[in-house]
C-alpha cells in the first residue's frame, strides 16, 4: 500500500501477489477446521488487504500504464482468480461441508450434524425467550452458541472429503473460460471502496469464449449507485413510471464490454447489483428491456461454472413439499393466554412490524399451490400439500431432502433495528437480531399473528416443549435438511433482501436456502402484485416441467407475462440464484 501511494507501481506488484498468494493459501489450508463464525472472523481480517489489492489493480491499469513484468491483462487474470477463491466463499464453504458430509457415509460425523442442529433448534428458540424467562429455564445463549462453534468445528475438521476438496480447489479465469459456449459471456462484479477518500466504486470483470484477458469495467460513482440512484430506481418500479436513467448507470456499460452477438451472460453480483433485477432495466435506445435482449442467469460466484452439478441431484422419485396459504390467526401450541390481537396498534405498516393488525391473507397463493400441485403430479411428480391450518413451521421442518421446496407467502426482512432488551420483533428480541442478520429475515406460517401480537404486547410464548411459533427464521431455514434439493421456490414478498456483506452477498433468506443445500432459490426482490405472481409462477413451472432448464423457463414466463402486465413491477421482482 506504501509503494502504491508512493507510485512506486512496479515495487507494489510482487509484495501484493506474495500477500495475497500467502491468504488464499490460508484458506485452502484452514479454512476446513474452521466453524463459520471464525470463518467470518478471518475473511474480516483479511478484506482490507484484498481491498487495497483490487483497487491497486484498478488504478494501476485505468490511471497509470506502466511497462513491467507483469502486463495489465495478466494483473486481471490475477485479480480474477482472486475473486475465484474468495468471493461468496464462506457460502460456498458452509454448504460445501455440509453436501459431503451426507455423501460421507460417515455416520459418526452424522451424529454430531444432527447434535449441531438440535443446539442451533434450541438457540433459535432461546433468542425468543426474555432474561427471565432464560433464567427459569437455566438457558444460557452464551453456552449454547459455544457449544454450536466447537460441534461446527468438529463438523469442519472431520469432514475430510470436504479438506480434499478446497485444497484441490485451484480454480483460474481460464477454467471459466473453458465453460462458456459461443454466444455466452461472465462478469464477476466487485464492489470497492477507497478509505482515505470514502468514496465507492464498482468494477465488472468480463469474460467470454474469445478473450485473450479478462476486460475490465470502471463504474467509479458506487455511492450514488447505491443511493439516490437505487432509490430512484427502486421509486419508478414501485409507481410504475418510465425508468430512462436506470440502464445507463447500471448496465449500459457492461453492455458494451461484452463482444457482438452476445446473447447469454452468467452474473455473479456485489452490493447494489443484488438489489436490482437487470431484467427490469429499459434501454432507451432500443426501447427494449434487458429481459428482451439478453438472457441473464444469476451465480454466487462464477466459480459454479466450473462445478459439477450432478454430484447435488438426488436419484429416484421426484418429490415436491408445496406450501401456501397460511391461516395466520391458526392457534399453536401454546398459545397466548389473552386477546393479544386486539391490543395491536390500528395501522404497524411500517417500523419493526411491516404488517398491519391483521396479517392480510393472500388468496392467490392457495389457486398457485393447487395449479402447481395439479400440473406436478400431471408430470408423474409425487406431491405433498399443505395449505391453511397445516401450512405450519413444524411441517416445513419435517422436510428431507425433497427435489423441489414451494412456499407461498410473506416474507420479511428488518433492516433498521433499535436495540432494546426488552423489544421484540417477529418474536425474536432485537438485541439478538441486530448481532444476526439471519433472524431478521424470514418467512410467516400458520399461527404467526399470535406470535407478532404476543410480541408487541410484552406477553411470552412459553411452554414445556419448544413449540414453533410460525414463523419461519432465516436462521432456522438454514439448518433445514435440503441436501439434493434441486429448486426452493420463494413465492412471497421481498424473500430476496436482507443484509448485504461485501463478496459474500445477500444475508437473508436466499443465503439460507443456498447453504442449506439447495441448488437455487427463486426468489423476489420487491413486493409482488398477488394475481401477476401466481400467473407467472404457474408459467414457469409449466416451461419448466416441459424440459426447459430453470433460467430459461423464468425468462421465458417473465416474457409471457409481460405480454400481459407491460410494467417490470409485475414481472420483474423473481430472480433465481444458483446452479
Not at 442451533?120 to 444460557?140: F, M, N, Q, V
Not at 405433498?384 to 391450518?389: S, V
Request: hydrophobic letters at 40%; aromatic letters at 10%; proline letters at 4%.
Amino acid at each position: 500500500v506504501l509503494y502504491h501511494r508512493l507510485g512506486r507501481y512496479e515495487a507494489a506488484v510482487p509484495v501484493f501477489r506474495q500477500v495475497v498468494d500467502h491468504y488464499t493459501g490460508q484458506i485452502r489450508a484452514y479454512f476446513p477446521a474452521l466453524s463459520e463464525k471464525e470463518k467470518s472472523a478471518f475473511y474480516k481480517r483479511i478484506e482490507p488487504i484484498l481491498n487495497a489489492y483490487r483497487d491497486f489493480v484498478v488504478d494501476v491499469i485505468v490511471n497509470h500504464p506502466y511497462s513491467a513484468d507483469t502486463p495489465p491483462g495478466e494483473m486481471l487474470g490475477e485479480l480474477y482468480n482472486v475473486q475465484l477463491v474468495t468471493k461468496a466463499m464462506l457460502l460456498d464453504a458452509s454448504s460445501q461441508i455440509r453436501r459431503n458430509i451426507f455423501q460421507s457415509g460417515n455416520s459418526e460425523l452424522m451424529l454430531t450434524y444432527e447434535n449441531w442442529i438440535k443446539t442451533k433448534e434450541k438457540l433459535a428458540h432461546a433468542y425468543a425467550y426474555s432474561g427471565k424467562t432464560l433464567a427459569e429455564k437455566k438457558i444460557s445463549i452464551r453456552s449454547l452458541e459455544r457449544k454450536a462453534n466447537e460441534l461446527e468445528k468438529q463438523l469442519s475438521a472431520g469432514s475430510a472429503l470436504f479438506a480434499q476438496n478446497i485444497a484441490q480447489q485451484h480454480l483460474t479465469w481460464q477454467h471459466i473460460r473453458q465453460r462458456l459456449a459461443a454466444g455466452e459471456a461472465a462478469i464477476e462484479m466487485i464492489r470497492g471502496y477507497r478509505e482515505k477518500e470514502d468514496t465507492v466504486f464498482y468494477v465488472a470483470l468480463v469474460l467470454a469464449p474469445a478473450m485473450a484477458t479478462p476486460r475490465l469495467v470502471v463504474l467509479p460513482s458506487g455511492k450514488e449507485m447505491e443511493g439516490k440512484h437505487y432509490f430512484y430506481y427502486k421509486n419508478a418500479i414501485k409507481f410504475r413510471i418510465k425508468d430512462p436513467l436506470s440502464y445507463d448507470l447500471y448496465w449500459s456499460a457492461l453492455q458494451q464490454a461484452l463482444p457482438p452477438r452476445t446473447t447469454a451472460v452468467y452474473m455473479a453480483p456485489d452490493g447494489v447489483y443484488n438489489k436490482i433485477s437487470l431484467n427490469s432495466l429499459y434501454n432507451t435506445h432500443t426501447q427494449r428491456f434487458v429481459l428482451d435482449e439478453m438472457h441473464i442467469n444469476m451465480l454466487s460466484s462464477t466459480r459454479e461454472l466450473a462445478e459439477d452439478t450432478s454430484v447435488h441431484q438426488l436419484p429416484g422419485q421426484r418429490q415436491a413439499y408445496l406450501f401456501g396459504y397460511p391461516n395466520y390467526r391458526h392457534t399453536i401450541s401454546p398459545a397466548p393466554q389473552t386477546d393479544s390481537l386486539s391490543k395491536l396498534p390500528a395501522n404497524t405498516e411500517s417500523g419493526l412490524y411491516p404488517f398491519r393488525s391483521r396479517i392480510r391473507l393472500l388468496p392467490g397463493t392457495l389457486q398457485e399451490v393447487n395449479d402447481v400441485d395439479i400440473m406436478l403430479q400431471a408430470s408423474g411428480w409425487h406431491t405433498f400439500k399443505f395449505t391453511e391450518n397445516m401450512a405450519l413451521e413444524e411441517n416445513i421442518k419435517q422436510v428431507k431432502n425433497p427435489h423441489l421446496l414451494h412456499i407461498a407467502t410473506h416474507g420479511y426482512f428488518l433492516s433498521d433495528l433499535p436495540v432494546e432488551d426488552d423489544k421484540k420483533a417477529f418474536g425474536i428480541h432485537l438485541k439478538s437480531m441486530a448481532a444476526n442478520p439471519l433472524l431478521r429475515s424470514g418467512l410467516l406460517l400458520a399461527g404467526a399473528q399470535n406470535t407478532m401480537a404476543a410480541a408487541e404486547t410484552g406477553e411470552e410464548i412459553v411452554s414445556d416443549r419448544e413449540a414453533e411459533d410460525g414463523i419461519l427464521t432465516a436462521y432456522e431455514a438454514m439448518n433445514l435438511p435440503l441436501n439434493g434439493t434441486d429448486l426452493v421456490v420463494l413465492s412471497a414478498c421481498e424473500t430476496g433482501a436482507g443484509e448485504l456483506r461485501n463478496g459474500e452477498g445477500v444475508y437473508g433468506l436466499q443465503r439460507a436456502f443456498l447453504v442449506a443445500g439447495a441448488n437455487s432459490v427463486l426468489m423476489s426482490l420487491w413486493k409482488v402484485n398477488d394475481a401477476s405472481t401466481t400467473a407467472l409462477i404457474t408459467t414457469f413451472y409449466r416451461y419448466w416441467l416441459q424440459g426447459q432448464d430453470k433460467f430459461t423457463a423464468l425468462r421465458n414466463a417473465q416474457l409471457a407475462i409481460k405480454e400481459t402486465y407491460p410494467d417490470p413491477y409485475y414481472w420483474g421482482a423473481f430472480v433465481l440464484m444458483g446452479r
